[in-house]
């Protein structure tokens, strides 16, 4: 089992360019979530889905936007990215009656 | 809103001895109180969880005791080790989707 998996692992963009970031899980997990760390702040939940064709806002959800068209894939985007999306972000998955979150790798995205 | 307050952001401790973090939380609904462990460059990664109906709970060197009345929890290091060298987040349950608000992490160093 790879687990939780995230592509790309780095990323620089220009201010306003566009992007995605795939999170992809093979544990059958429902719940899927996207956070974004930044220094001494922790992570804060971005969006967040519990099954297939769902999803929900998180504290931060501004500027972000989500999908899941399928069970074990998240897509995490961007439409116009800004400098305060600069950020390493990780995605997690886990089972509705589990309540342990099991962590990507974390993509490092840096807004210029 | 809900929150999480962790304590210290930094904490050096001499190798052998005991570390305690601690962490203060909001929301008297919160049920569900984790631990992770984050070491540089890598994904979080569960140590230890507590739930709302137990006051304590042990894995080998590593304890966490719960409080609910007076809303607060701790993480117990006993004879730290160089490999306890890493950030710790304490989190706290919110909702029926069991969603997790986060401390900020404290960053424990094992001085040899």
């Known amino acids: 089992n790879a687990g939780v998996t995230q592509t790309p692992k780095f990323r620089v963009l220009k201010t306003g360019q566009s992007m995605t970031l795939l999170c992809a899980q093979d544990?059958?997990?429902?719940?899927m979530y996207w956070y974004r760390q930044d220094p001494g702040m922790g992570l804060r939940l971005i969006h967040y889905?519990?099954?297939?064709?769902?999803?929900a806002k998180g504290e931060v959800p501004d500027g972000y936007n989500v999908s899941r068209l399928k069970k074990q894939n998240f897509l995490l985007g961007l439409e116009s990215a800004a400098p305060s999306q600069t950020s390493v972000y990780f995605c997690?998955?886990?089972?509705?009656?589990?309540?342990?979150?099991?962590f990507g790798p974390g993509t490092r995205l840096t807004v210029t | 809103g809900e929150n999480v307050e962790q304590h210290p952001s930094t904490l050096s401790v001499q190798e052998g001895d005991s570390a305690v973090i601690k962490c203060t939380y909001s929301?008297?609904?919160?049920?569900?109180f984790p631990w992770y462990k984050q070491e540089l460059g890598k994904r979080p990664q569960l140590i230890i969880d507590?739930?709302?109906n137990v006051g304590e709970k042990k894995d080998q060197r590593i304890a966490v005791t719960l409080n609910k009345t007076a809303k607060h929890f701790s993480l117990h290091i006993t004879e730290t080790q160089p490999e306890d060298s890493a950030v710790y987040f304490c989190?706290?349950?919110?909702?029926?989707?069991?969603?997790?608000?986060w401390g900020a992490g404290t960053k424990l160093i094992i001085k040899p």
């Open positions: 929301d008297s609904a919160s049920n569900y």
């Open positions: 889905s519990v099954g297939e064709g769902t999803t």
């Open positions: 507590i739930r709302s």
């Open positions: 544990m059958n997990h429902e719940y």
């Open positions: 997690a998955s886990r089972r509705p009656e589990n309540y342990e979150q099991y």
């Open positions: 989190a706290a349950s919110k909702g029926s989707n069991y969603q997790l608000i």
